[in-house]
């Protein structure tokens, strides 16, 4: 850090630094999660500041609690690297999550208001109706739907790990997700029908078939790269 960043948050008031903190985190968080960020790049702090208009002590601490998220680790000199995910820890997730994932959507399907699912559902009709792909669109309406099965599953330890599991496979590098755009959209349709309907069976059905289609995909993906 220079004398210039240490002499700034010397007077910055500790709630503007918190916030600059999170500001930070969400900015990070956004672009390793839309692949802006990559996994294995190497986190130039001085750089990304810069980028983000901050001083390096809230971007510091934004990538801290990332590391704490699994996001990124330290590398062999002082930088942080966005982790890496391999297609054997994705499928391992994709599993994991298949025996946790379609339960927390039966606990959470009394919770979940039902304007948030209609939200969802519009957001899947807008994917699927829009003439030019959007990866973006794409990411953003697949962690609405799940995220709202871990926030309103009422287990704490369970809306963690998957919380983490969510954030393992979503740094995987999957080729063609374009490909994935109809079989996602139709998927989440089924669950947020059953969601609905507070249909306990039909919910965690549709998880589960949701969860082992993603996990069919990545071995064709393999094949066919082989």
Request: proline fraction near 3%; charge should be neutral.
């Amino acid at each position: 850090m220079t004398q210039v960043d240490t002499d700034i948050e010397a007077d910055r008031p500790p709630r503007a630094s918190h916030k600059l903190a999170a500001q930070a985190y969400n900015a990070v968080s956004e672009m390793i999660r839309r692949r802006r960020l990559g996994g294995g790049h190497v986190i130039v702090e001085a750089r990304l500041a810069e980028t983000l208009g901050i001083s390096r002590t809230p971007l510091r601490e934004a990538l801290q609690r990332l590391e704490g998220e699994g996001l990124v680790h330290k590398g062999d000199g002082r930088n942080y690297v966005v982790r890496h995910v391999d297609i054997g820890e994705y499928i391992q997730s994709l599993k994991l999550r298949l025996l946790i994932e379609p339960q927390a959507a039966v606990e959470a399907m009394d919770s979940i208001p039902g304007r948030k699912l209609i939200e969802v559902r519009r957001e899947i009709d807008e994917l699927m109706g829009a003439t030019i792909y959007h990866t973006d669109a794409h990411w953003f309406s697949d962690d609405h739907l799940h995220n709202l099965i871990i926030d309103y599953c009422g287990n704490e330890v369970m809306a963690k790990v998957l919380r983490n599991l969510r954030a393992t496979t979503r740094l995987f590098e999957i080729g063609r997700l374009q490909d994935r755009l109809t079989p996602d959209s139709t998927e989440h349709l089924l669950i947020i029908d059953a969601l609905q309907r507070k249909d306990a069976e039909a919910g965690y059905k549709a998880v589960a078939a949701h969860i082992e289609s993603l996990i069919a995909f990545a071995r064709k993906h393999i094949k066919m790269n082989e």
